[in-house]
């Protein structure tokens, strides 16, 4: 949100990242059952029982981080109910929220109404007892959400208010998720996954569908628009039916290189100029979930899974065989080799001179280091 001679602008924010983490009680505690077809829910931050039982003793919570120390993270934590953009600029903001586990079977499941057929345990917490009549116990859902390079003080919710809120639809192929949650071990614990990973029992997606753009949620969602505005939108959406969801057809969406960089700064723009000559990977480590991974190693052992994260294919090209993002910046954090320390691409752009010099730099930020004759030659 911007204020210039006594006009507001709403710019959307394109520098996220999400991740949907699941968890459920250890089985001699309570069963857990899968979502079952059609099941929709949703939550809110000032509900009765998100306030309690968190990470942090909420089921709301902010972090605003900085790298330090070579990539470690110092976080500064907000928790519960308004909603809190932190004023002070910092590396990325998270914010998470946990839903609700426990389910009314009698009240269906979502379609009418879907926000009473669900109940927070009563102390909060994924392993507290549920309330009478929400006998059915579900995965806990937490949406993790990272604003990328969050700069303070300018950011609010897109209907202007400060309770956060998440909504799901439930996806999952018929017992898949049931095969995973008897199958992997649950900790209990307040973490993000149980003891396992748990993708030996997911089925990796070699060709995933591609991004979406936003002139497919203009034909497909709704007819509006969506990047910036003048006022926040108000009232009902309208539009075409949504496409229907196949396990065998492909949604029609574009399949171009459509997002705008989220790796750069606000007041910068990326250059012209094209990377000229042969595409490579980044050499460099990037960040992913709190750890440090290669392109040739953690990318290359499961490219149909990991290629279609957020980020990869920009560091990746071409173990992802994405030859659309050779001539992207890395917006993932990466580890600068000569020093140590985590940049991402807009620090390179500081001083292109002298950091697009180092091969590995013009390899991560391609198009920031575009037409500077110091690049490797294979640039």
């Given at each position: 949100?911007?204020?210039?001679?006594?006009?507001?602008?709403?710019?959307r924010v394109s520098q996220l990242e999400t991740?949907?983490?699941?968890?459920?009680?250890?089985?001699?505690?309570?069963?857990?059952?899968?979502?079952?077809?059609?099941?929709?829910?949703?939550?809110?931050?000032?509900?009765?029982?998100?306030?309690?039982?968190?990470?942090?003793?909420?089921?709301?919570?902010?972090?605003?981080?900085?790298?330090?120390?070579?990539?470690?993270?110092?976080?500064?934590?907000?928790?519960?109910?308004?909603?809190?953009?932190?004023?002070?600029?910092?590396?990325?903001?998270?914010?998470?929220?946990?839903?609700?586990?426990?389910?009314?079977?009698?009240?269906?499941?979502?379609?009418?109404?879907?926000?009473?057929?669900?109940?927070?345990?009563?102390?909060?917490?994924?392993?507290?007892?549920?309330?009478?009549?929400?006998?059915?116990?579900?995965?806990?859902?937490?949406?993790?959400?990272?604003?990328?390079?969050?700069?303070?003080?300018?950011?609010?919710?897109?209907?202007?208010?400060?309770?956060?809120?998440?909504?799901?639809?439930?996806?999952?192929?018929?017992?898949?998720?049931?095969?995973?949650?008897?199958?992997?071990?649950?900790?209990?614990?307040?973490?993000?996954?149980?003891?396992?990973?748990?993708?030996?029992?997911?089925?990796?997606?070699?060709?995933?569908?591609?991004?979406?753009?936003?002139?497919?949620?203009?034909?497909?969602?709704?007819?509006?628009?969506?990047?910036?505005l003048s006022e926040l939108p108000r009232g009902?959406?309208?539009?075409?039916?949504?496409?229907?969801?196949?396990?065998?057809?492909?949604?029609?969406?574009?399949?171009?290189?459509?997002?705008?960089?989220?790796?750069?700064?606000?007041?910068?723009?990326?250059?012209?100029?094209?990377?000229?000559?042969?595409?490579?990977?980044?050499?460099?480590?990037?960040?992913?979930?709190?750890?440090?991974?290669l392109c040739d190693e953690w990318v290359a052992?499961?490219?149909?899974?990991?290629?279609?994260?957020?980020?990869?294919?920009?560091?990746?090209?071409?173990?992802?065989?994405?030859?659309?993002?050779?001539?992207?910046?890395?917006?993932?954090?990466?580890?600068?080799?000569?020093?140590?320390?985590?940049?991402?691409?807009?620090?390179?752009?500081?001083?292109?001179?002298?950091?697009?010099?180092?091969?590995?730099?013009?390899?991560?930020?391609?198009?920031?280091?575009?037409?500077?004759?110091?690049?490797?030659?294979?640039?």
């Amino acid at each position: 949100m911007t204020e210039s001679g006594g006009q507001t602008t709403y710019s959307r924010v394109s520098q996220l990242e999400t991740s949907p983490y699941y968890r459920w009680p250890d089985p001699n505690i309570a069963s857990t059952s899968e979502f079952p077809p059609g099941f929709r829910m949703i939550a809110y931050s000032n509900q009765e029982g998100a306030g309690t039982g968190g990470e942090t003793g909420a089921n709301l919570f902010v972090e605003c981080c900085d790298y330090v120390n070579g990539g470690e993270e110092s976080c500064t934590n907000y928790e519960g109910n308004p909603l809190v953009f932190p004023t002070n600029t910092c590396d990325f903001l998270g914010i998470a929220f946990a839903m609700p586990t426990c389910w009314d079977e009698t009240k269906g499941i979502g379609t009418d109404n879907p926000f009473n057929h669900v109940a927070y345990t009563t102390d909060g917490t994924v392993n507290g007892p549920c309330p009478s009549g929400y006998d059915t116990r579900l995965p806990q859902i937490q949406l993790f959400l990272r604003i990328n390079n969050y700069q303070g003080g300018t950011y609010v919710l897109s209907d202007g208010g400060e309770v956060f809120h998440v909504d799901f639809m439930n996806g999952w192929q018929e017992n898949k998720l049931q095969e995973v949650i008897e199958s992997c071990q649950a900790t209990g614990q307040p973490g993000y996954n149980p003891d396992c990973n748990c993708d030996q029992f997911l089925t990796p997606n070699d060709n995933p569908s591609p991004q979406v753009c936003d002139s497919d949620v203009k034909q497909y969602i709704i007819d509006e628009e969506i990047e910036t505005l003048s006022e926040l939108p108000r009232g009902t959406c309208t539009g075409p039916q949504i496409i229907e969801k196949s396990w065998d057809v492909e949604p029609p969406f574009s399949n171009t290189d459509c997002v705008q960089d989220p790796g750069m700064d606000d007041d910068e723009e990326a250059g012209d100029d094209s990377v000229e000559g042969e595409c490579s990977d980044s050499s460099l480590q990037m960040k992913f979930k709190k750890k440090f991974r290669l392109c040739d190693e953690w990318v290359a052992s499961n490219p149909g899974r990991r290629c279609n994260k957020l980020g990869v294919r920009e560091h990746c090209p071409v173990t992802c065989n994405a030859p659309e993002f050779c001539q992207s910046n890395s917006i993932r954090p990466f580890v600068v080799e000569e020093t140590g320390k985590t940049k991402r691409c807009n620090w390179v752009a500081k001083d292109v001179e002298e950091r697009c010099a180092y091969d590995d730099m013009c390899n991560t930020c391609r198009e920031t280091c575009a037409g500077i004759n110091t690049c490797a030659s294979e640039n």
